[in-house]
């Protein structure tokens, strides 16, 4: 049955609302759309890249294969409340390693009802979470170098601009005016939280105290919740300016950029709008193996370009730093 849910707020909750930028909530979304197969209308370009690495990597068919059904409940314990404002990936990865057993007992118990029963690897994981979880988090590390590290910069940056955005939003407005705009399902009335079309009631009671809103890249249209007291209810929702995320950036300056890192550097930096191999790069830009190789390093060890390993290759993606540079040269 859906209902309309209404969850109140002290003042104490209301000083408890934070943002978060979270990477472990875009796992599950984002795996989902990996999986689907479908010609996603935003994320075609990172799907179309990404699918055949995962495939490649089998990790289509393994612990998350089984954990993250294509619709519908997540368990809870993959999203741990996040401990600050951008917690890194290891850090959520420690939490849930850390997460109690009955937390992560109660959770499956949940996923099965849902889902008419459990796969093998889940009835592992039920009968003894404290050895399977490290299994569970090896995945997850092996998914996040192979489907978001290489990007996570492109990402951060819409979800951080969007933050920023609703910061002043309540700086200007205040919080009802936040609330009002967060999502068309939800609203601000006398006190309280209202969320439409929800299958399930959302109370303090069964929520915990204040509110953690995390943006998203891969949520989609619709809300997703986490309510797992004592930690404050979390909020999923879409993030403004996902639309542009994988436009192709205007023309750099490359006569700017180039005085600055040199002809070549500038270069590969410029062809790294998508995570690339040396060899990839070698052959798109002329320059020897060697040499991409080279400049690669110089480029890394300045901290504006990462390396991330997807099966027996090497990607590299420009980091935020790059991002940077890269944004200030096409001005």
Known sequence: MVTLAELSFSASDLAQVRFAVSPMWEVAPGFRLLRSHAAHPVHRPWADQVRPRLVAAGLDRGWLAELIPPTGYVPDFLNPAPAGPAPAPEAEWRAIRAAPAERVRQDLDHLARHQGGLGPRLRMLRADPQTRLAKVTDELEAFWEVALAPYWARIRAVLEADVLYRARMVAEHGAGRLFDDLHTSV??????????????????ETAGTGLLLIPSAFTGPALRTRTTP?????????????????????????DALAAVVGRSRALLLTELETPASTTHLAHRTGLSPSGVSQYLTALRNAGLVSAHRAGRSVLYARTTAGETLLNAAST
């Open 187 to 204: 609203s601000w009335d006398a006190g309280g939280l209202r969320m439409a079309r929800r299958k399930q009631p959302l109370t303090r």
């Open 230 to 254: 004592p930690d404050p209810p979390q909020l999923a929702y879409q993030a403004r300016g996902v639309g542009a995320l994988w436009e192709t950036r205007r023309a750099t300056r490359g």
